[in-house]
C-alpha cells in the first residue's frame, strides 16, 4: 500500500497492535479498507488476546518473583 500523492481527508482511525505497542492511524475509507484486506489473511490465523488475560498473566509473574525473592 503506497501513500497517496493526494490530500486525502482520512475518515476513521485504525487501531492495530504489533509486538506488543499498539498504534492509531487515520486514514480514508478506501485506505482502511485496503489495510484490513492486507491483513486479512493473518487476522484469519490469529486468536484474539484479550486485555484482562495479558493483565493476569502479569500478575501471575510478579507473584511468581515475589514468591522466588522470599525462598
Known amino acids: 500500500m503506497q501513500p ?3 490530500n486525502d ?3 476513521e482511525t485504525v487501531q492495530f497492535a504489533l509486538d506488543g ?3 492509531a492511524v487515520a486514514l480514508t475509507t ?3 479498507t485496503a489495510l484490513r484486506d492486507h491483513l486479512k489473511p493473518y487476522i484469519d490465523a490469529a ?3 484479550d ?3 495479558r493483565l493476569g498473566l502479569w500478575h501471575e509473574i ?5 514468591i522466588r525473592g522470599q525462598g
Open 30 to 32: 478506501e485506505r482502511a
Open 4 to 6: 497517496s500523492p493526494h
Open 9 to 11: 481527508t482520512p475518515k
Open 47 to 49: 486468536r484474539v488476546v
Open 51 to 53: 486485555r484482562s488475560a
Open 62 to 66: 510478579k507473584r511468581r518473583a515475589h
Open 21 to 23: 505497542v499498539q498504534f
